[in-house]
């Protein structure tokens, strides 16, 4: 053992648990509380009342019965989201194209599912439109993951524009081929209602929540718990060295994306098989680049995104109703995750900066 | 198809094509300005997007148009400080600062715009063109090319200006050696830090001016997100310039008229739906990397911060 992996055991040995705990419960509550704070600040400055506004976001998000099945209901998109990027981040890749690869998969669904309805079996419908989902978003990523593993092209760009793309595809999509002539808004045919994702129990909220859930969490096990995942993170962390241990660097990098953007197909799926039914020309909930900060908050861990999820579901139901009654533009949770991600930062540029002060 | 090519649609695409690149090209000039000091500027979607607003703000109140394009310089910059402060100063992840501004700066111009303007969208009065003298007489050409706002003159002169630059001032030089090799910049008694953060705040106020540009000249009004990614395809532009500020023009150029076509095949009536038209730039995006990919470059410490004395 060398004198340096001593010196870290050494370090780690004498902290009792519940003080790394407290310290992890600082560095993301003090980000969290900042963001809040500052966003109070705007709304002050905008001559509205701060307090009343969260005060709306948490009976509406957390304490009305209704509220909080659709707060649950919200988490699913989301941690399929969560699930696909904590896939692409901890292998090094970053995956922005999330919004379009999540349309796509959503209106394929959409179009898939009434088709298929008519012609076999409810269970089998839901497992087809799950797969297809599934491949369609994956596909969507083939071209990034190409110029990424072949050339070294830089995916965020790439990723970028194929959102781009894909929200124009989309859209196309829905006003042309797969229209519903019978509707006046463009859109595609609706899946009737009991012909869904079931219901859970008494509630709103859909079982695609518990895939949601699973998906995370196998996602997580996966990349911390095999040897697959244990590759993934290597060329995350140093791809030169990846390659000079052999790995088959362009060929994970393809799974990879693969994964991370099937993942996310898979979500846009559950929530129109949850709770639309049906995609509309021009929605686009796009939520990609909203739950970046939440991966980075839980530090790409599984199940810690799970209650940043649940915290981030609660601002956006809540903020739709507080917005509307205080006439706050819901675009102000899109400032929340600015900030969020700027004190995020800011704290583990302080938490390094600390630690290399008591090293040194 | 063939009746479609009048000669009053190419001129009217043309002139298109130039209103819809300028903003690119202030954008992916400012961009390869960051990108060549080694900071990847990932926010210059939201430093846009906030020098439009500014841009539009100052303008509609002062009366002014030249003063819009200072504000939008100004608000581009502002945005720039926060990511030079971040990114440059204390090194912070130059992607996760950059996408946390381009959010905020959707966030805070939509908050501000909706408590300005509730739900109307005031416009600028039409701006004055500055038709060069000759050669705006030319016919097609003429009108399409040399009968703009002085603007966009400046804009085509800084991409020269920004070759002779890089080529042939110390300031080109330390700008580049800031991106390729920091250590050796600051050896030679240059301020990385210093050096780096000019960089970003430039690109600020061109992408600020390019989003005024956007706003003032091009729409005439300020929308909530109207930038929609042009400043992604700033960064695109610089990637695929590799350090060569008259391939940001030419690219600029070539994006121009793609956006250009999208109104023109509308106003020409022809049944293509919006989306489709709307893809054209972004298509074109893709296609131009998968085949040119192997010759874009980026600068080898881009992204990485820099600091004094670590290895």
């Known amino acids: 053992m060398t004198a340096q992996a001593a010196s870290a055991l050494q370090d780690e040995a004498p902290k009792p648990a519940v003080h790394a705990g407290l310290a992890t419960a600082v560095r993301v509550l003090i980000p969290i509380v900042l963001a809040l704070l500052v966003g109070a600040v705007v709304i002050f400055a905008l001559g509205k009342d701060p307090l009343t506004y969260y005060g709306y976001v948490m009976r509406r998000g957390l304490l009305s019965p209704t509220g909080v099945q659709a707060t649950i209901t919200r988490m699913a998109p989301l941690l399929m989201i969560s699930a696909g990027l904590i896939v692409a981040f901890r292998a090094g890749i970053w995956n922005l194209g999330v919004d379009g690869q999540f349309l796509l998969a959503a209106v394929v669904t959409a179009a898939l599912a009434p088709a298929l309805i008519d012609v076999v079996p409810g269970w089998l419908m839901i497992l087809i439109c799950l797969v297809v989902a599934t491949l369609v978003g994956a596909a969507w990523s083939v071209v990034p993951a190409f110029l990424k593993a072949r050339y070294g092209v830089n995916e965020i760009i790439t990723t970028l524009m194929m959102t781009f793309l894909g929200i124009g595809l989309a859209n196309v999509l829905v006003k042309i081929p797969f229209n519903d002539p019978t509707t006046t808004v463009p859109q595609t045919a609706t899946l009737a209602v009991e012909d869904r994702l079931p219901r859970l129990f008494d509630t709103t909220i859909h079982s695609g929540v518990l895939i949601a859930i699973a998906a995370v969490l196998l996602v997580h096990l996966m990349m911390t718990r095999t040897a697959f995942g244990l590759k993934l993170q290597i060329v995350g962390a140093n791809p030169r060295a990846a390659v000079h241990a052999g790995l088959n660097v362009s060929r994970l990098t393809f799974a990879t994306f693969a994964l991370s953007a099937g993942l996310v197909g898979l979500g846009g799926a559950i929530e129109v098989l949850g709770v639309w039914g049906t995609v509309r020309a021009d929605w686009n909930p796009a939520f990609g680049l909203l739950v970046v900060p939440l991966v980075f908050l839980a530090r790409f861990h599984g199940v810690a995104v799970i209650g940043f999820v649940l915290f981030f579901a609660v601002l956006m139901i809540g903020g739709e109703s507080a917005s509307r009654r205080l006439g706050v533009p819901t675009d102000f949770v899109l400032l929340l995750v600015g900030l969020l991600m700027v004190f995020l930062a800011l704290v583990e540029y302080l938490d390094h900066r600390r630690r290399q002060a008591t090293q040194a | 198809m063939a009746g479609l090519f009048t000669i009053d ?138 009968d703009h706002h002085p603007l966009v003159y400046l804009a085509v002169l800084l991409a020269f200006f920004l070759v002779w630059l890089f080529r042939r001032t110390y300031i080109g030089l ?101 989306d489709v038209v709307q893809m054209l730039p972004f298509a074109m995006v893709m296609v131009v990397l998968v085949l040119f990919a192997r010759h874009s470059y980026l600068p080898p410490a881009l992204g990485l911060p820099y600091v004094r004395g670590e290895r």
């Open chain 2, 9 to 146: 649609f190419t001129t009217a695409l043309l002139f298109g094509a130039v209103t819809a690149g300028i903003p690119l090209l202030l954008a992916g000039l400012g961009e390869q300005i960051s990108e060549k000091a080694g900071v990847l500027n990932i926010g210059i979607e939201g430093m846009m997007l906030f020098g439009a607003y500014t841009g539009f703000l100052v303008a509609f109140k002062s009366g002014s148009i030249w003063l819009g394009f200072l504000g939008g310089a100004g608000g581009g910059a502002a945005v720039a400080l926060l990511m030079a402060i971040f990114c440059v100063w204390l090194g912070m992840n130059q992607i996760v600062i950059g996408i946390a501004l381009t959010l905020g700066a959707e966030g805070l111009t939509a908050l501000l715009h909706h408590f300005q303007f509730s739900r109307t969208y005031p416009r600028l009065d039409s701006i004055e063109t500055l038709p060069l003298p000759l050669i705006s007489e030319i016919p097609v050409l003429g009108r399409a090319l040399f």
């Open chain 2, 174 to 274: 330390n700008l580049q050696a800031a991106g390729d090799k920091p250590a050796a910049l600051d050896a030679a008694g240059v301020d990385v830090y210093v050096t780096r953060t000019c960089a970003v705040l430039a690109t600020g106020a061109l992408a600020g001016i390019g989003g005024a540009y956007l706003a003032n000249v091009g729409a005439g009004l300020f929308l909530p997100f109207m930038t929609n990614g042009a400043g992604f395809i700033g960064i695109v532009l610089a990637m695929l310039a590799r350090g060569q500020p008259l391939w940001v023009l030419l690219g600029a150029t070539l994006f121009g008229v793609s956006l250009a076509l999208t109104t023109a095949l509308q106003v020409a009536g022809l049944n293509i739906p919006t």
